[in-house]
């Protein structure tokens, strides 16, 4: 039991710190080992690729919705660093009940698709199956991208190993936001970086990234691209990279209710990638799935994602094993000290919803998070990962 109390909590402990401590002291041993954000960036060099032309690229935004905001991020693509003949915008509205496909052909999207609605990634589908470009790029609707950020990312392809690149966002909070998600998000980027420049990023994000035009034929694209692009592109032999140059912002949902209710349907989509990968609805070439996974990689994928995954779990067994060690006087003074400050983790959480404190709050939101991972697997089990999607409460 003890073993089991210690064994939990280690684990836990390796998947939110530990692993990213090591990959910043063995920097020096990783795939790049140079200081990417000194490099000079931007144009020229952010316009060049591999054989030294400037790729046309096609930027795919999927829409349902968003007719308050879509003209904005189409107006800010086409203001983007990069030649107007070889910059295609595509809008793929999914069923839009509002004006979206109206104001975003106004602000000079080239391409607007009125679909039946199917899901983002079907929308998503539909674009790229108009598209032009050499370079894939896809856009959230209410993202706003930094004028360099389409040449910063696309830079990233000079490289002729990377299949895969996203960008950094930052979120922008409302004055009041109870939702802890920005500090989260920001050590998360800091992990990414780091494993990008171990191996590849081991999730990416949808609101900024981008892909070779001639690997997309070759992925399974019907699901969450943020978790199952990138170890895909790792699979053919090629890199998936963190470009944080590469910057745009999105307003971060206030409350933490309303995070809650996002993630735990971004889980249920999750879980459908982690638990069924191949195409058949197996384990073949999914996150489960090791084989054909460089060593270093599969490491990264085990220390971020199959631990991360298996947080709630991790926690339940930590507390069970060191509730019994203490009821039948077997407990330790190490053990009694790790259950207390297990316990008071949660009372931490339980406090910040009456005490807006921002320690608190930091306790509620990694709480209320890890419990999302649990009902997203519980979501998925009952009905499956749903296709439509709803933008996110407070964010347009």
């Not at 949902?253 to 990968?277: C, F, H, N």
């Amino acid at each position: 039991m003890r073993l089991l109390h210690l064994t939990s909590l280690a684990l836990l402990a390796w998947t939110h710190a530990g692993w990213g401590l090591l990959l910043r002291a063995l920097r020096p041993l990783g795939r790049v080992a140079d200081d990417r954000e000194s490099r000079p960036a931007g144009p020229p060099t952010g316009l060049r690729v591999a054989d030294g032309t400037v790729p046309r690229v096609s930027v795919v935004v999927a829409a349902y919705a968003e007719q308050d905001v879509i003209a904005a991020t189409v107006a800010a693509l086409r203001a983007q660093e990069w030649p107007a003949e070889l910059l295609e915008i595509l809008v793929a509205c999914d069923g839009s009940p509002d004006a979206t496909a109206e104001r975003a052909r106004a602000a000079g999207a080239d391409v607007v698709l009125e679909l039946e609605r199917g899901g983002k990634h079907a929308a998503q589908a539909a674009a790229v199956a108009r598209a032009r470009g050499e370079i894939l790029v896809f856009s959230d609707a209410n993202t706003r991208w930094a004028p360099d950020a389409l040449a910063e990312l696309v830079a990233a392809f000079e490289d002729p190993d990377v299949g895969y690149a996203c960008g950094r966002v930052a979120f922008v909070a409302a004055d009041g936001a109870t939702n802890q998600e920005g500090a989260y998000w920001r050590l998360e980027m800091a992990l990414r970086r780091r494993e990008s420049d171990w191996w590849s990023v081991t999730a990416g994000n949808g609101a900024i990234y981008a892909l070779r035009a001639d690997v997309w034929p070759r992925l399974r694209t019907e699901r969450g691209h943020d978790l199952s692009l990138p170890h895909q592109v790792v699979r053919l032999g090629l890199l998936a990279v963190d470009r944080p140059t590469a910057r745009a912002t999105e307003p971060l949902v206030p409350t933490l209710e309303g995070e809650s209710a996002r993630k735990r349907r971004m889980m249920a989509q999750a879980w459908r990638i982690v638990l069924r990968g191949g195409r058949d609805g197996g384990l073949g070439g999914g996150i489960l799935d090791p084989r054909g996974l460089p060593p270093r990689y599969l490491a990264a994928i085990v220390s971020h994602r199959w631990l991360r995954y298996a947080s709630p779990l991790l926690h339940l067994l930590a507390l069970a094993a060191g509730a019994l060690l203490l009821v039948r006087g077997r407990a330790t003074r190490i053990d009694r000290l790790l259950l207390a400050a297990h316990l008071a983790l949660g009372a931490g959480a339980a406090a910040g919803t009456v005490v807006p404190s921002r320690p608190l709050l930091l306790c509620r939101y990694y709480v209320s998070m890890t419990a999302t991972i649990a009902l997203g697997l519980a979501d998925f089990l009952r009905a499956g990962a749903p296709a439509g999607w709803e933008p996110a409460e407070g964010t347009r």
